[in-house]
Each structure stands twice: as structure tokens, then as C-alpha cells.
């Protein structure tokens, strides 16, 4: 990095590194231990997965809403939003199809009428 991207605030400083670093630590290990001692609540171990996404964002990759990252910010909140549509598009999609398809009742039940009319 050069000078002139530092003093513009385009670079973080080690501090910065550091309180990131120790943040992501924490975030990582409390997850790990609750998932390791017993049954996790799912909700928990999402909040500290998006708190923990924050704190890169912020930390590592220096977008914020300052005057010099705005469209920086912008265009990762579309990004972000452009992903969410096309994962629960998906996942919509996929459960919709699952709906319309043969229950297991019925496919067993054909299975079995295959195998009585095949002996």
C-alpha cells in the first residue's frame, strides 16, 4: 500500500488487523464449543455467523458507510441481495417441485404393485 491509499483511508491499520482478528477468533470458537458440548441452538449459530461476516466486512475488506466506500458498500449489498434471491429462489423452486412429485406412500406403493405383477 502506498501512502497516499492510507492516508485516503482505502487501508486499515494493524490495530484494526488485530481487534478483526481477535473478533473472528471468539466468533469461531464459541460456535465450535457449543457445537462440540452439546445440541446447539441453530438460531445462535447463525446470529454469530452473520455477526462474524460483519466483522470481516468491516475489519478486513474496510467497507463502510463513509463518504469514500459508499459505492463500495452499494455494491456489495447488491451483491449480497443478488445471492439471497437467487439461493431462496432456489430452495423455493426445489420445494415446490418436491410438493408436486409422488409422496413416498405412493412410490412405495408402486414399487410394491412392480414387484407382485414382476413374480
Not at 478483526?20 to 469461531?28: E, H, R, S, W
Not at 446470529?47 to 466506500?69: E, R, T
Request: glycine share 6%; aromatic share 10%; hydrophobic share 55%.
Amino acid at each position: 500500500m502506498t501512502e497516499q491509499n492510507i492516508s485516503q483511508g482505502h487501508g486499515g491499520t494493524i490495530s484494526s488487523y488485530i481487534v478483526g482478528f481477535v473478533l473472528a477468533v471468539i466468533l469461531t470458537v464459541i460456535p465450535f464449543y457449543m457445537a462440540m458440548t452439546g445440541k446447539p441452538n441453530f438460531y445462535i449459530l447463525v446470529l454469530f455467523a452473520v455477526v462474524q461476516i460483519v466483522v470481516h466486512v468491516v475489519c478486513f475488506l474496510h467497507i463502510n458507510g463513509s463518504q469514500p466506500q459508499r459505492w463500495n458498500l452499494m455494491t456489495f449489498i447488491f451483491a449480497v441481495l443478488a445471492v439471497l434471491i437467487i439461493a431462496v429462489g432456489s430452495v423455493w423452486v426445489m420445494e415446490n417441485t418436491m410438493q408436486n412429485m409422488m409422496s413416498d406412500k405412493q412410490h412405495h406403493a408402486m414399487q410394491m404393485l412392480q414387484e407382485n405383477m414382476s413374480k
